[in-house]
């Protein structure tokens, strides 16, 4: 089983749907968590961090499940600028800043 | 704000050649990290370091060597170029504690032919 797994989608949805995806991870021991976006052919670049209690920013919700061991994303609203792969980032304890990346899921917004 | 500077963008070596992968950040970062992005995959991490001086291998070091003779810069060499090798490399950086996010340079599209 790998560590950080994601869905790879892609995920195809209108204009203005809602849509999540979920991250399950392994290491039980994790303690940070991270959403990153990354265009085409360019850089991750940080969405979001997630906390314990949930947390949103504007159209965008990330919640994590201790229990269950997932994090998920929930985008509402979509937008076509939304269309981009969204990978997420476990870092499997807190001595350090090492994070281990899912393959990402890919979401692709249409008119 | 330049953040995490790669050089170069783009390379096209022979197999059996050596480059070596520029990497500088002007943030004030104690860890710096190499990862490289196959097509359709996620990152797999080559080497990363937590200071000047120290650096550890990650999940896929063979064939790559780094360097950390200071905090800002962080380079990645390749001894002898071999098509496997052929990735797009980034490198990033973030302060030490695990609730820092990283941040990434804009990365290094490196074929080997």
């Known amino acids: 089983r790998k560590e950080v797994e994601q869905d790879p989608g892609p995920f195809n949805v209108p204009e203005g749907a809602t849509v999540a995806f979920n991250c399950t991870y392994s290491n039980s021991a994790s303690q940070s968590f991270f959403w990153y976006r990354q265009d085409c052919r360019k850089e991750p670049k940080l969405l979001m961090s997630v906390y314990s209690s949930g947390n949103e920013d504007g159209r965008f919700t990330a919640q994590l499940n201790r229990a269950s061991q997932y994090i998920s994303l929930l985008i509402r609203d979509s937008k076509l600028s939304d269309s981009a792969t969204y990978l997420c980032?476990?870092?499997?304890?807190?001595?350090?800043?090492?994070?281990?990346f899912g393959g990402g899921t890919r979401l692709m917004v249409k008119p | 704000n330049a953040g995490v500077t790669q050089t170069p963008k783009f390379r096209i070596l022979k197999i059996g050649q050596s480059m070596t992968l520029q990497c500088a950040q002007d943030m004030n970062h104690n860890y710096m990290y190499w990862y490289r992005q196959d097509p359709g995959m996620g990152l797999k991490l080559i080497y990363y370091s937590v200071g000047a001086g120290i650096t550890d291998k990650g999940e896929v070091p063979n064939g790559y060597n780094v360097s950390r003779s200071t905090t800002e810069d962080f380079p990645l060499r390749l001894e002898l170029a071999a098509p496997s090798q052929t990735s797009v490399y980034f490198c990033?950086?973030?302060?030490?504690?695990?609730?820092?996010?990283?941040?990434f340079g804009d990365g290094t599209r490196l074929s080997i032919l």
């Open positions: 990033a950086s973030s302060y030490e504690h695990s609730n820092q996010p990283q941040h």
């Open positions: 980032a476990v870092s499997p304890n807190n001595a350090g800043n090492m994070l281990t």
